[in-house]
């Protein structure tokens, strides 16, 4: 599996972006994808995921009510729209993808494959 994130940029604080995560390769019915962020010299953190067959998501609590995952099964592609952006909210953002679940997604588990990852930069 391929993934390909876009969308990243510099946003002032209370403002939205949308980050694009772009697959290929793939071959099971399911996958789980995620976006996980990370600062410099900080903890990667699972932030949402989707379940492909069956449209299942979840949320760490951080971002539940601002952030919203999607996908387009049709063109391979699963987004993540945040709005009402922080400073904490800068940090690299990746997309990840794992086929070992049957249904459903798990923010926090092992993913198998990534992406390059994305840059958000909110200024206060």
């Known amino acids: 599996v391929q993934l390909v994130e876009s969308g990243g940029g510099l946003v002032q604080a209370g403002g939205s972006l949308r980050l694009t995560c772009a697959a290929s390769?793939?071959?099971?019915?399911?996958?789980?994808i995620a976006w996980f962020r990370q600062v410099p010299g900080g903890k990667r953190e699972g932030v949402a995921c989707?379940?492909?067959?069956?449209?299942?998501?979840s949320y760490v609590d951080s971002v539940k009510g601002r952030f919203t995952i999607s996908s387009d099964n049709a063109k391979n592609t699963v987004y993540l729209q945040m709005n009402s952006l922080s400073p904490d909210d800068t940090a690299v953002y990746y997309c990840?993808?794992?086929?070992?679940?049957?249904?459903?997604?798990?923010?926090?588990?092992?993913?198998?494959?990534w992406g390059q990852g994305t840059r958000v930069t909110v200024s206060s």
């Open positions: 990840a993808a794992d086929s070992s679940l049957d249904y459903g997604c798990i923010v926090d588990m092992s993913y198998d494959d």
């Open positions: 390769g793939f071959t099971p019915d399911h996958y789980a």
């Open positions: 989707i379940s492909t067959s069956d449209g299942i998501t």
